[in-house]
């Protein structure tokens, strides 16, 4: 017969944990710890490098990726033309510029026939109807002049003004410089439209201005595409074109404001 003490310690050692599972289970729970603590660290520095890539400045190299240019549009078809305007010796040229953002330029050259010897283009007219890359644009003394001279100067001044069929023309030239070549600037709102460009023609200032003044009267829209406005302006436009000859400096019509000269005060002080 077993003794009875022995009967009462035998549920006590059933009931005990081994000492083995113990320190397997202490294991596990510490690699567990050591787990979450390095994900945690791992998390917390990569949502510190999100941050401070977020604060970093375009760099240089990254702007012309960003910035559109304006390309050669090849399948466009010309929507203008300039008339009559035939300069003895010299070649005319039609180039069409498309921008992403929807802008179009049309610009129309003068050059001398032996231009591949060094000549430089004696005229340019540019129609610019802009997109949304407007208000990127430079100012637009600052592009007229790199037009008339990209070796140039950068710098032009108001010239005076003429009238033609689409109003009151602003003239530019470089300071300074009364022989120099004429730039010309009419910006119009409706529709939004931008006549520029420059000439060389004539030999004193008189005879450039009334070369500008007949350049623009003769420009005519060959096409409108589907913007009626357009149509609406050069329609207007027609109905108060004169003749090239109301432009020329011994025209008795023109007036003290639009005259060769720039416009002075009558009278004395």
């Avoid at 401070?52 to 010309?78: G, I, M, N």
């Avoid at 069929?165 to 410089?177: A, C, E, I, M, R």
């Avoid at 409706?190 to 623009?216: F, H, K, T, V």
Wanted: hydrophobic share 40%.
């Amino acid at each position: 017969m077993r003794p009875f003490w022995a009967n009462r310690a035998l549920p006590s050692y059933q009931t005990r944990i081994h000492p083995a599972l113990t320190s397997f289970a202490d294991e596990c729970c510490g690699t567990l710890a050591r787990l979450l603590a390095y994900v945690g660290t791992l998390a917390l520095v990569a949502i510190l490098g999100i941050h401070l890539w977020d604060e970093l400045p375009v760099t240089e190299a990254d702007a012309p990726q960003a910035k559109a240019v304006w390309s050669p549009a090849q399948r466009s078809y010309p929507a203008f033309a300039v008339s009559q305007f035939d300069l003895p010796e010299k070649t005319e040229t039609y180039e069409i510029f498309r921008h992403p953002q929807g802008g179009r330029k049309d610009v129309i050259r003068w050059a001398a026939r032996d231009a591949r010897q060094g000549h430089k283009p004696v005229a340019e007219l540019e129609i610019y109807r802009p997109g949304g890359e407007f208000g990127e644009s430079g100012p637009a003394f600052a592009e007229i002049a790199a037009r008339m001279d990209p070796a140039g100067a950068r710098e032009l001044e108001t010239a005076g003004v003429i009238d033609s069929k689409f109003g009151t023309v602003t003239l530019l030239s470089h300071p300074g410089d009364a022989g120099s070549c004429l730039g010309f600037l009419k910006e119009l709102d409706e529709p939004n439209l931008r006549l520029s460009g420059w000439s060389c023609q004539g030999d004193a200032l008189p005879a450039r201005r009334a070369a500008i003044g007949c350049m623009l009267n003769r420009l005519i829209l060959l096409t409108a595409g589907n913007d009626p406005k357009l149509a609406e302006l050069f329609a207007r436009a027609e109905l108060r074109r004169t003749d090239c000859s109301a432009t020329s400096p011994s025209s008795p019509s023109a007036d003290w404001v639009t005259s060769a000269a720039n416009p002075l005060l009558r009278g004395v002080l």
